[in-house]
Each structure stands twice: as structure tokens, then as C-alpha cells.
């Protein structure tokens, strides 16, 4: 799978440990930025990468800065954008199996210790489950196209 990958500066340093962890699960990487812990804007990035998601430049990406809040909301203005910011296992598995999520936002603010490589490994093989969450994103792409 074709990850794209971008942080702010608050969140580079797990940006870091993240690339290791993906690139050992054996996935292709796409490093937007930031590549220092130079004060940066984080919807610079959360635009770049939510974009190439949604032309299927890459398959499905993971944001990162200190809450997650603002690449969240950021990621989710760009059109076929579905972030979903997770802080534990079962956000992860919801994100994927009730919302197909194609944006993981994670917090640099919390250490998820050992559970990080499990957590990002989860969210990459959950499937999406479609059925009456199907309709439900129907209902989300139908407004975006219609605005």
C-alpha cells in the first residue's frame, strides 16, 4: 500500500518513529514534510497529503501534529476526504469498519508505547464493513459534490 506521511513540527519526531514502523510493515511511503522541528503550518500539510490522497496518488495516509485536531479538520475540506483522529484501538477500528477512513490523524501529544505499531497496523488491514455505513457515506460524498 502507497502511505502518504506529513507532521507539523510539533509532531515530526513521531512522524519519524511512524515512517520506521510503516516502512518495516513493508508499505511505500510518501513523506510530505515537515523535516525538521522548525515551526511549521500544519494545514500546509494536511492539504498536500489529503489531496493526493483524493486523486488516488497514494492509497491512504497518516497525519500527525500535537492534538490532531487541526490536521483533522484541515484533511477533511478536501473533497473524498474522510480523517479520523484516534486515540485508542477502538477509534481505530470504527474509523475504518463504519467510516473507511483514508486519513489516520494521530495526537504527537500521546505515547501509545508498544500499541503504535499495532494501532497503525489495525487501521491499514481493518476492511470496511459497507452495508448501512455505505449509505451513510453516500450521503457524505452526495453533499460534497453537491455543494
Request: proline share 3%; hydrophobic share 35%.
Amino acid at each position: 500500500m502507497k502511505i502518504a506521511l506529513a507532521s507539523d513540527h510539533r509532531g515530526y519526531r513521531y512522524k519519524e518513529r511512524i515512517k520506521k514502523i510503516l516502512e518495516g510493515l513493508g508499505h511505500t511511503l510518501q513523506d510530505f514534510g515537515t523535516f525538521s522541528e522548525a515551526p511549521a503550518d500544519y494545514p500546509d500539510f494536511a492539504f498536500k497529503v489529503a489531496e493526493s490522497v483524493s486523486r488516488g496518488d497514494c492509497d491512504r495516509a497518516i497525519l500527525i501534529c500535537y492534538s490532531g485536531i487541526g490536521m483533522t479538520i484541515a484533511a477533511n475540506k478536501v473533497d473524498g476526504i474522510r480523517a479520523a483522529l484516534c486515540y485508542d484501538h477502538e477509534c481505530i477500528k470504527l474509523s475504518r469498519a463504519h467510516n473507511n477512513a483514508n486519513i489516520l490523524v494521530l495526537p504527537a501529544k500521546l505515547d501509545f508505547g508498544e500499541k503504535l505499531t499495532e494501532m497503525i497496523q489495525s487501521w491499514i488491514d481493518l476492511p470496511f464493513e459497507g452495508g448501512r455505513h455505505e449509505r451513510r457515506l453516500e450521503k457524505v460524498s452526495k453533499y460534497e459534490t453537491d455543494k
